[in-house]
Structure formats: C-alpha cells, structure tokens
C-alpha cells in the first residue's frame, strides 16, 4: 500500500483492515442482492468509531491527518465500495460545517458524528445534476427564521442522517451567489426522506430523495453568511473529491487482489494462467493504474495538508482514480473470462461498484471542466 504512516497511523490501519475483512467483506454480498442497508454492520463500524475519524482533536476527535485517514478510506473500500460511501459521505456532510460552521456547529455536528450517528449533504436537485447553481430549493426569511421548500435527490444517508446540510436560494435574483447553506438536524419538522434509489452498485449505501415542506429554521442554522452557499459547497467538493479518488482506488485494489488470486489457481493449457504473459501483462497494468491513482490522490492530500492550492489535483485524483477503477475492473474480468461475468465471483460487483466513481461528487466531464479552466484560465 503506497501510503507513508506512522506507527499510530499503522496501527489503526491493521485494526481497520481486521474489522473490514471480518465484518463488512463477506457479510456484504448478501445485502448486495437484497438491497437493504445492513445497520448491523454500520453499528459495529460506529461502535468503533469510523464515521468520527475526520472529527479534528478540539471537537472531541482522534484528529488523524488525511493521509492516514485514506489509507483508512481505501481498506473500506476494498471490502465494500457502498460501505466507503456511507462513512465517506456522512463526512461529506460534516465538511461544510468544518468550512463555514461557527464553534456551536461544528461542536453540534462533531457530537452526532462521535455519537455514530451520520451525516448528508444535500446538494443535487432532480433538475439540477451537475448544475448546483440551478438551485430550486428555496429559503424564505421569515423574520428570525428561514422557511426552506424543495426537494434533493441522491443524497446518500438520506434516511439515516442525523443531520443535513442543505443548500438553498434566498435571493433567486443573483444566481449562484443568492445560493446559501443550512445545517438542520434529523427531525426538524417538514423535513423527511423520500424515494429511496434501488442502486445498480454501492447497493449497501442508503440513497435517497430529501423533501423539504415548509421547514422552518432559526436564522442561526446558517452557514456562513447569506449567498455563500455556494462557495461553500464548491470548497465542500474539492475537499472531498480526493477521497472519492481514494475510494477507486480500493475498488481497484480489490480487482487486482481478485484477478492475481484467480490466476494463481486456474490451470490452461497444462499450468496457471499467471505463467502467461498477457495475464502478468493486463496485471502489471492494473497495477500500474492503481498505483498511479493512489499517488495522486497522496499528492492532493499533502498540498492539503500544507495549506497549498489543491483544487486542479484532487480534480485530478477523482478524475483519473473513477475512470482507471473501471478500467481494471474490466481487465478483472477479463482474466477471470466467463466466471468474472458471474455472480459467483466477486468482480462483476466490483465493476457495478466502480461505475459510481465517475459519476457522484461531480461526474468526470465536470472533473475536466475544472482541471482544463486550471490549465488555461476561462475563455
């Protein structure tokens, strides 16, 4: 694994892979058919404190650096691409609040988090898609308070989120910059979940609609100032997208782990087929691709970490980390030929998991959108 930790970072990754291998890779398969969203696995995980680990140390956290927070990332994604969702995702909720939050929020949020309860960032829109600034939803100041009406689709832990933050037009008139935040708890009145998605992969994450009627929230469930709603999200995004990045990673990381286990067993041909070149040359290349993936991402991560510009790259690491992820999930199957079209094998899940990853926190055209405006400025 090409991440560099220290000896706290290790031993927290060797306690994270145990748990993965035990409770959450084999026991998934089952809710891949079912569709049910296993919270007996979820509550094992949070019993442990996974869904805490970006909590930093002043709000009650363990205060990991993101580096070993990813490595911690891709050993969950390795053992279940809709188990990295939830946790990746309920700390998706969480960022803004870090961003634009003031010491009660962030300290509101923490709890839930530390409590193991989740997180939802609600963002996308049916109409709205990779267009977050054709926000529908609506925030009405109603003297100290705000009335939100809307509806967003996709959210993941839609129906399980302790709280949400929710993006909202207060002034329809300005565009992205009449856009804001607000962070309202699970069970405020008017706010529920709806459709829940029968997904064709992270099919043990929960994705669903989140309606808004009439919500009313005090004007101190704001984030940030009124119109910053979309920065915010926007700074929300670049900071998760590198985790997504990490997350294919892991889905490739298993692929290559499965294609290399198959070869060494099937025999053609009067010996394994790992003894041929063009199966040690499709798995050179799969390493090469991961590898690849996870450096970027650990570059995205360190320029984090030290406070540099960051954007371009963890555009990049999501980019290439989604599209690659694909790409050795084929070549996965490809190797393991008509038992890796198979339900009885693992790596035709693998490739419904790795699609996701070129699609949710920004689709992949968008990803090049933002890493071409980098490169040569906005025409």
Known sequence: MGYILNDEGKDLLATVKEFCENEVKEQCKEYDVSGEWPK??????????????????????????????????????????????????????????????????????SDILLEGGYGAFCLTEPMGG?????????????????????????????????????????????????????LIPAGTPGLSAGNEENKMGIRTSNTTDVVLEDVRVPASAMLGKEGEGFKIAMKTLDMARTFIGVGAVGV???????????SKQRVTFGQEIGKFQAIQFMIADMEIKTET???????????????LPFSKESAIAKCYAGDISVEVALDAIQILGGYGYSREYPVEKLLRDAKIFQIYEGTNQIQRIVISRAVMGKF
Not at 55 to 82: N, R
Not at 161 to 175: H, N, P, Q, S
Request: proline content about 2%; some cysteine.
């Open 40 to 109: 007996e696995i979820y509550d094992k995980a949070m019993e442990m404190g996974l869904g805490s680990l970006e909590v930093p140390e002043e709000y009650g956290g363990i205060g990991i650096d993101k580096i070993t927070a990813a490595a911690l990332y891709e050993e969950m994604a390795k053992a279940d691409a809709g188990f990295f969702t939830t946790i990746a995702a309920s700390n998706l909720g969480y960022k803004p609040v870090l961003i634009a939050g003031n010491e009660e929020q962030k300290q509101f949020a």
């Open 252 to 262: 490739a990381q298993r692929c290559i782990d499965e294609a290399v286990a198959y």
């Open 293 to 307: 993936a996870r450096q970027m991402a650990v570059h995205s991560l360190t320029l984090m970490e030290q406070g």
């Open 130 to 182: 990779s267009d977050p600034s054709s926000c529908k939803t609506t925030a009405v100041k109603d003297g100290d308070e705000y009335v939100l009406n809307g509806r967003k689709c996709f959210i993941t832990n839609g129906a399980i989120a302790g709280f949400y933050v929710v993006t909202a037009a207060t002034d329809k008139t300005l565009g992205n910059k009449g856009i804001s935040a607000f």
